[in-house]
């Protein structure tokens, strides 16, 4: 079992970058696979990148592929969302949500995830 929990959220301009972490509690952390879903108001969630257990194998949504970029370290048990060129429609709560055993492939969906973290709100102005 894992706890999630979610920082870097902030309020930035069109254009800038922001790092989300996301750092786990728990062992064994190489066995879960791990995924950023974000959800801005009145939507349901927005796959956005996935990353399989030993950071091998990224998934990453066509639209922010070329911006956001997805990594691990598993000695600090710790997952980043890199967000650059950052732009008014990704703003959104952003969640780090945990599989255990699979792959980055089986992680792209909400119902896959077995543990979330409580979101960062990530705000953009124009």
């Known amino acids: 079992q894992v706890h999630l929990v979610e920082s870097g959220g902030g309020q930035v301009h069109a254009g800038d970058s922001l790092t989300l972490s996301c750092v786990a509690s728990g062992s064994a952390f190489d066995s879960y696979a791990v995924a950023w879903f974000r959800q801005s108001s009145g939507q349901g969630h927005e796959f956005v990148a996935s990353i399989g257990g030993r950071g091998t194998g990224t998934v990453v949504a066509d639209n922010v592929r070329g911006r956001f970029t997805i990594a691990r370290d598993n000695s600090k048990n710790t997952v980043w969302l890199q967000m650059d060129s950052l732009q008014p429609e990704d703003a959104a709560v952003y969640y780090c949500?945990?599989?255990?055993?699979?792959?980055?492939?089986?992680?792209?969906?909400?119902?896959?995830?077995?543990?979330w973290g409580q979101g960062t709100q990530v705000d953009i102005s124009s």
């Open positions: 949500t945990a599989r255990l055993g699979g792959d980055e492939k089986m992680l792209r969906w909400p119902a896959a995830a077995n543990y």
